[in-house]
């Protein structure tokens, strides 16, 4: 069974960091598609970074040059180091595994965590 837990998430005011990690069992990341995604209230859930299966890179524009993406492919595990943060930044935080497109596309991941929330105040 494939199980993704999501954690880091909190509140912050502006211009503040979060990292956000994902522990996943059951599916090796290491030569597999996993991203980052959020969805903020009354909006589409959209892509915010991922690994592609060749490990290539991929982010939304607007978080480029503020968010960094990684893998702990050891333990498993993928981060989300969130710098500069936003108001608009704020939402439920999802990691995907499997299936992830280079457009990073909420409609194609196999497997998604329950989410961790990310609050940023003004």
């Known amino acids: 069974q494939v199980q993704l837990v999501e954690s880091g998430g909190g509140s912050v005011q502006a211009g503040g960091s979060l990292r956000l990690s994902c522990v996943v069992s059951?599916?090796?990341?290491?030569?597999?598609?996993i991203a980052w995604f959020r969805q903020a209230p009354g909006k589409e859930r959209e892509g915010v970074a991922g690994f592609a299966r060749d490990g290539s890179t991929a982010y939304a524009g607007s978080v480029k040059g503020r968010f960094t993406i990684s893998k702990d492919n050891a333990k498993n595990t993928l981060n989300l180091q969130m710098n500069s943060l936003k108001p608009e930044d704020s939402g439920m935080y999802y990691c995907?595994?499997?299936?992830?497109?280079?457009?990073?596309?909420?409609?194609?991941?196999?497997?998604w965590g329950q989410g961790t929330q990310v609050t940023v105040s003004s």
């Open positions: 059951g599916y090796t990341i290491a030569r597999s598609s």
């Open positions: 995907a595994a499997g299936g992830v497109s280079s457009s990073l596309s909420f409609r194609t991941p196999l497997y």
